[in-house]
């Protein structure tokens, strides 16, 4: 008959499409295989082989030893600023205690001194002389002039008709001096000065008065000048 004809045909078609080389098994009972675009992603791609392998492999060497570098470098920078800063502190603190060594001496002076005033103005007389007040404020001048000497500073007070020195005197005004002897010397001293005994400078000066000598005009009038101003 005509219909199993086109039957047999059918499946003889069927059978020499699954026999045909490079296709793939189709099971009839089983789903639709998964088109192309919807399978998972593509595998990374793999490392290439040979030379250009292993300058892959020493390049991210370089980059990871690199990167540890770095981070040790940074790690190293902020010991270093911890320790800077551990080392200021610490030289602040003996700057602090050494110039309570040094001024120690000082302060104890001044503490004795203030209480000397104290104790003289709690027990003056009612009645005292300008020569007793005067002596009074020697003793205590005398006292701080102790105090600086245990500084290493010295009162630099010229005795009049020194030789007047820059390094030590300040002129404050010149006077005319007596004699020729007595000239560029100390007349009087207004303000004593104090001198560092150490370096052997002046920290402040004395101020003084100067002597200076000015010779006398000499008489330059001739006889006949003179015999014309003469008294008739």
């Known amino acids: 008959m005509p219909t199993n004809h086109l039957v047999d045909g059918v499946d003889q078609f069927n059978s020499d499409v699954d026999e045909a080389p490079g296709s793939p098994a189709v099971d009839p009972g089983g789903p ?3 088109p192309a675009d919807l399978a998972g ?4 791609p793999a490392e290439p082989a040979g030379p250009d392998g292993q300058a892959w492999r020493d390049l991210v060497a370089a980059v990871s030893g690199l990167t540890d570098s770095m981070a040790a470098a940074g790690e190293r920078a902020a010991a270093r600023e911890r320790v800077v800063e551990r080392l200021f502190a610490e ?4 700057r602090a205690g050494e110039r309570l060594t040094v001024l120690r001496p000082v302060v104890v002076d001044l503490q004795r001194i203030r209480n000397d005033l104290l104790r003289q103005a709690a027990t003056l007389p009612a009645e005292m002389s300008t020569g007793q ?3 009074l404020l020697r003793s205590f001048a005398f006292d ?3 105090t600086l000497e245990r500084c290493g500073v010295q009162i630099i007070r010229p005795d009049v008709g020194a030789a007047f020195d820059s390094s030590r005197h300040r002129a404050a005004a010149a006077v005319a001096a007596p004699g020729a002897e007595l000239d560029a010397t100390v007349a009087e001293v207004l303000a004593d000065g104090y001198l560092d005994v150490v370096a052997d400078r002046a920290i402040s000066t004395a101020v003084v008065r100067v002597y200076r000598w000015s010779p006398p005009p000499t008489d330059t ?3 006949a000048e003179v015999d014309a101003a003469a008294p008739r």
């Open 221 to 223: 009038a001739t006889p």
């Open 133 to 135: 007040v005067a002596d």
């Open 41 to 44: 992603p593509d595998p990374a």
């Open 91 to 94: 030289n602040d603190r003996l």
């Open 144 to 146: 701080a002039e102790q």
């Open 32 to 34: 639709d295989p998964a």
